[in-house]
């Protein structure tokens, strides 16, 4: 979401908003909010196009860093499952931190 609140604040050197993208989704479907999307709605896109991008951008950099540090590191956790709570959000991760320890590989 970060990288969608840089890319909104960024998009062609202007202000893109959510609503922007809100209008850019609606704006064929108005009359219908009912009807499912069309491959002619879908190529109209390309505020959307831009997110969808951006994401897997995201995930490429978490894949960059997670292959870096798990070449270079064993983790390790103190913490027993029984004791991590998860939140579902949008994101699903750990309500508290889960502590681990960074052991160097020879």
């Known amino acids: 979401m970060v990288f969608l609140d840089t890319l909104l604040a960024k998009m062609h050197e202007e202000q893109l908003t959510m609503e922007d993208i809100q209008e850019e989704v609606g704006q064929d479907s108005e009359d219908d909010l009912e009807r499912a999307c069309t491959m002619d709605d879908l190529k109209q896109l390309d505020y959307l196009e831009c997110v969808i ?5 995201a995930m490429l ?33 750990p309500v508290e931190p889960i502590h681990i320890v960074l052991k160097r590989r020879c």
Do not use: P, Y
């Not at 991008?53 to 951008?57: D, E, T």
């Not at 894949?63 to 699903?92: E, N, Y």
């Open 53 to 57: 991008k951006g994401q897997r951008f």
């Open 61 to 93: 950099e978490e894949k960059v860093f997670l292959s870096t540090l798990l070449r270079k590191f064993s983790l390790m956790t103190t913490q027993k499952i029984q004791d991590v709570c998860l939140a579902l959000k949008i994101v699903m991760r």
